[in-house]
């Protein structure tokens, strides 16, 4: 499968923990994206790379959020001292450029 | 501003056809989409059409743009039960460092009957 792949697809942790999503975007993809979907909602834009570098951050990106993209490949996405309103789907897409997002299965948190 | 609104359900009865209504703001949008979610799942790529077209067809798929309406319409002729998901209307909106991300509204539940 070349398609996006992403690492949990599910995580349950306590209020307070640390996680960590990985995601590997379709080889050769310069562009990646990370989104955010919470229930019967649409998913909100979080943070965008184009190779190493991150480019923009949305406002929805607080403190405890911190995205990397060491080499220009994977990416991963960490949120620090979970709270029950991270709770939510957390979607990967990558494009080649620009036009067309392709994203993954999406990693579903549950902070409780 | 940055606001695409959908209409949250649609029902139909198998093998008719089925019209999913989008509207959107950003005037400067180039592309606009149609995603499609099954439960649980990510968002599959379903269509796009370029803001300078007005139709867009893809076997049972046909996009239809209104750009001075600012309204975009999804048509899946003969539905089928497999279609049942949520589509999602997104428009792709220029950001601050010229990149293109995308604004999705809250996405129509089609639910398809036998």
């Known amino acids: 499968d070349t398609g996006v792949s992403q690492d949990p697809r599910h995580k349950i942790t306590k209020r307070g923990q640390n996680v960590t999503f990985r995601c590997d975007p379709i080889?050769?993809?310069?562009?990646l994206y990370w989104y955010r979907q919470t229930l019967g909602q649409g998913p909100e834009f979080l943070t965008y790379f184009q190779n190493e570098a991150q480019l923009e951050k949305s406002r929805l990106l607080s403190d405890r959020f911190s995205a990397e993209r060491p080499k220009g490949s994977f990416s991963t996405l960490e949120i620090q001292r979970t709270e029950q309103g991270d709770s939510a789907m957390y979607l990967c897409?990558?494009?080649?450029?620009?036009?067309?997002?392709?994203f993954g299965p999406g990693t579903r948190l549950l902070v409780l | 501003g940055e606001d695409v609104e959908q209409s949250l359900f649609l029902s139909v009865r198998e093998g008719d056809s089925s019209v999913i209504n989008c509207t959107y703001t950003?005037?400067?949008?180039?592309?606009l989409y149609w995603y499609k979610q099954e439960p649980g799942a990510g968002l599959q790529l379903l269509t796009y059409i370029f803001s300078n077209m007005d139709m867009k067809q893809d076997q049972r798929l046909t996009v239809l743009l209104n750009k001075k309406d600012k309204h975009l319409s999804l048509r899946i002729a003969d539905t089928q039960t497999g279609d049942s998901a949520i589509y999602f209307c997104?428009?792709?909106?220029?950001?601050?460092?010229?990149?293109?991300?995308?604004?999705f509204g809250t996405g129509t539940r089609l639910l398809v009957s036998p």
């Open positions: 997104a428009e792709s909106i220029f950001g601050n460092t010229g990149f293109q991300k995308l604004v």
């Open positions: 950003d005037s400067s949008s180039t592309y």
């Open positions: 080889s050769e993809h310069n562009r």
């Open positions: 897409a990558s494009t080649p450029s620009g036009e067309t997002q392709y």
